[in-house]
């Protein structure tokens, strides 16, 4: 079975993209009104950061809790790669006993040798090439305040970094001009 990761925007199409802000709307929509989602239910999420994140940290623990599954926090130290295991072993670890991993890492070379050896989605909480699920985050609050992200011009400030290049994959998948 092939496992479909979120490493970049770039993985999925713009169609998937759009649906899956719509579904975040309608989610938190109804989470506000008091209903509870189930999407989740029964699942793991196991969160391997290699760098400290507080916002996307508490952010995946919420979400998860919010859909009715739980979330496993591992830090550096907390699994054995910080003893020499290698990425290959501890994929193959946590997918045996998760239903989903998501990896906050620098380099993204270490981030894609998980999802090679994933048996489950791998997402991307943050590598040194690219943030996708910050950018998620970014369109759906922009759709929340000020509509359709698509045909509207957006400016860009600040260093030619991971971020900048997740506006860059974004404008290409939702329709917008990046200035």
Known sequence: MTCRHFLSLLDFPSEDL???????????SGLRQGQ?????????????????STRTRVSFEIGANQLGGSALFLSPGDSQMSRGESLADT??????MADLIVMRTLAHERLTEVAQHSQVPVINAMSDTSHPCQLLADILTFVEHRGSIANATVAWIGDGNNVCQSWINAARQFGFNLR
């Open 18 to 28: 759009q649906q899956l802000i719509e579904k975040a709307m309608d989610l938190k």
């Open 36 to 52: 509870l989602s189930s999407v989740m239910k029964g699942k793991t999420l196991a969160m391997v950061f290699e760098k400290a």
């Open 91 to 96: 994929a193959r670890v946590l997918s045996s």
